[in-house]
């Protein structure tokens, strides 16, 4: 298993508070960089800029991906472009979610 797919299986762990899905199938993760093999750039977005979670989650991300060994920074870029849609939810986010 490669760092980023160990880093996407941390990720997918997390589940936003008000939908039964993880941020990972829900399209909230944007992009996964490995600068090298102990630093992370990730840039994810919210389902929306108000959210309840807003403080929360990201750190919540960051400290899930600082559980995977060997990683020592991981740098968290919150984005709003492009917004967040429903389109941007994985197959298996959409059927959970009747859509």
């Given at each position: 298993m490669t760092k980023k797919?160990?880093?996407?299986?941390?990720?997918?762990k997390i589940y936003d508070p008000e939908l039964p899905v993880n941020i990972y199938e829900?399209?909230?993760?944007?992009?996964i960089q490995i600068k090298d093999e102990k630093s992370v750039i990730i840039k994810m977005t919210l389902t929306t800029p108000n959210c309840p979670v807003a403080e929360s989650l990201p750190k919540e991300v960051k400290e899930s991906v600082m559980q995977v060994d060997g990683i020592e920074d991981?740098?968290?870029?919150l984005v709003w472009d492009p917004p967040w849609s429903k389109d941007m939810m994985s197959e298996a986010a959409k059927l959970e979610m009747n859509l």
């Open positions: 797919d160990q880093i996407i299986e941390e990720i997918k829900l399209g909230l993760i944007y992009d991981v740098e968290l870029e």
